[in-house]
């Protein structure tokens, strides 16, 4: 098992630009969820997915959109990225029968210039 | 927010025994998890919480109480190894999934 597998490790944008992080798990897990890590604030939750079909809004949603059209990939996009989105995103997942909790993904390092 | 506290900075020796404390608002609570970040890498899972009472693993332990709403992770026979930061997450809501963290807690472990 890969576990969760985030795409791409680093990424530089410019200001207006759109993109694409990649999330996936390989493990069945029927939850799924993204996260913001900035200094002096800790992770924050940005979406969230019960399974395939379903998601909802975290702490931090606001210039975020995602989707969850298989139980596998669960990308977060950035429609219009703004300096403010500069921050390490994280993905994890788990499922209701996991008692060792969320497997997170190795992190994305966005800069937005 | 989500009211999750935790201490910002901690020091102890090498050998030495840290015990790291957690308050959250008891509402919605679905479990309570704590994870090991070294700088530049991704949490790791230390351990899972969702009765009351002492969880122990190894050198780690976890204890919670959910009607106080507190949690404290101990760290015994400190290594250098163990310098990290340590978060305390709370699975919260109608529904599993969305975990919310407090800011850390920045351990270091002097020789």
């Known amino acids: 098992n890969a576990g969760v597998t985030q795409t791409p490790k680093f990424q530089v944008l410019k200001t207006g630009q759109s993109m694409t992080l990649q999330c996936a798990q390989d493990?069945?897990?029927?939850?799924m969820s993204w996260y913001r890590q900035d200094p002096g604030m800790g992770l924050r939750l940005i979406h969230y997915?019960?399974?395939?079909?379903?998601?909802d809004q975290g702490e931090v949603p606001n210039g975020y959109n995602v989707s969850r059209s298989t139980t596998e990939d669960f990308p977060l996009r950035l429609l219009s990225a703004a300096p403010s989105q500069t921050s390490v995103y994280f993905c994890?997942?788990?499922?209701?029968?996991?008692?060792?909790?969320?497997?997170f993904g190795s992190g994305t390092r966005l800069t937005v210039v | 927010g989500q009211n999750i506290d935790q201490p910002t900075e901690m020091t102890a020796t090498e050998g030495a025994i840290v015990q790291i404390n957690c308050t959250y608002q008891?509402?919605?609570?679905?479990?309570l998890f704590w994870y090991q970040q070294h700088a530049g890498e991704a949490p790791t899972f230390l351990s899972y919480?969702?009765?009351?009472g002492l969880e122990e693993k190894g050198r780690f332990s976890s204890f919670l109480s959910r009607s106080k709403g507190y949690s404290y992770l101990l760290l015994k026979e400190l290594q250098m190894k163990d310098s990290a930061s340590y978060l305390c997450?709370?699975?919260?809501?109608?529904?599993?999934?969305?975990?919310?963290f407090g800011r850390g807690t920045q351990l270091t472990v002097w020789p």
């Open positions: 994890a997942s788990r499922d209701n029968l996991d008692n060792y909790g969320y497997t």
């Open positions: 493990m069945n897990h029927e939850y």
């Open positions: 997915s019960v399974g395939a079909g379903i998601t």
């Open positions: 008891t509402s919605g609570f679905n479990g």
């Open positions: 919480n969702v009765l009351d």
């Open positions: 997450a709370v699975d919260r809501g109608s529904t599993l999934g969305r975990l919310y």
